[in-house]
Every structure is written in structure tokens, then in C-alpha cells.
Nanobody, 126 residues
Framework: VRVVESGGGLVQAGGSLRLSCAAS????????MAWFRQAPGKGREGVAA???????RYADSVKGRFTISRDNAQNTAYLQMDSLKPEDTGMYYC?????????????????????WGQGTQVTVSS
């Protein structure tokens, strides 16, 4: 399984960015996809996740500002980030896992995902 992120960059506070995550190597579309982020000097935290039916889960810190979606035909997930704040700055990682292989429900827990991308940097200036 391979996961590749794209779309990071530098944006002013209040601006928007859209991240993309392409997954390959799964035998079907029944896999979770999620975004995690890691700010400098901090641990990695879950941001948003989506399953193959479109059910989603968000961290409280991004609810109402970020939207996760996916295109099963393209094996791609997206993270639309609006109203960005300086505290959203960090390396954003995409993760994927076969549904039900580790846990039976969608989570934002790092150990529940086994395939990870290299990350894309998001920097929000004040």
C-alpha cells in the first residue's frame, strides 16, 4: 500500500488550502483514510477521517473549518481547510487502513492506521 500527500504550502491566517491524498495497493475501496498533523515540538494528532461510505470524524479543534471528502473512483481523499489559524501550522500526514482489519470503527487514533505518507507542510502566517 502506498499513500502520497500533496497540496501543502504557505497561507495567511483566514485563508484556505486543499490537501490531497492518493492511495494505491488496496484490493478494493473498503479502507479508512485520515489526516493527522504534527506541529513543531508536539506529538502527532488526528485531524479528520473518513470511511468508504463517507462517514466522517473530526477533531474538535477543526470542526466547522475543515472538511474531509473522498473520491473512491480516484482512490483519493481530500482535506479542505478554511479559516486557517497559525495554530494549524504543521506537517500533515495522510494515513490509510483496511476497514475492520485493526478496529471495526472509524477513529482518529494513530496506531489504528498502518499505511502512512511522507507528509506535506502547511504553514499559516499571522
Amino acid at each position: 500500500v502506498r499513500v502520497v500527500e500533496s497540496g501543502g504550502g504557505l497561507v495567511q491566517a483566514g485563508g484556505s488550502l486543499r490537501l490531497s491524498c492518493a492511495a494505491s495497493g488496496f484490493t478494493n475501496n473498503r479502507y479508512y483514510m485520515a489526516w493527522f498533523r504534527q506541529a513543531p515540538g508536539k506529538g502527532r494528532e488526528g485531524v479528520a477521517a473518513i470511511d468508504s461510505d463517507g462517514d466522517t470524524r473530526y477533531a474538535d479543534s477543526v470542526k466547522g473549518r475543515f472538511t474531509i471528502s473522498r473520491d473512491n473512483a480516484q482512490n483519493t481523499a481530500y482535506l479542505q481547510m478554511d479559516s486557517l489559524k497559525p495554530e494549524d501550522t504543521g506537517m500533515y500526514y495522510c494515513a490509510a487502513e483496511t476497514e475492520g482489519r485493526v478496529v471495526p470503527i472509524l477513529t482518529l487514533i494513530e496506531p489504528d492506521f498502518g499505511s502512512w505518507g511522507q507528509g506535506t507542510q502547511v504553514t499559516v502566517s499571522s
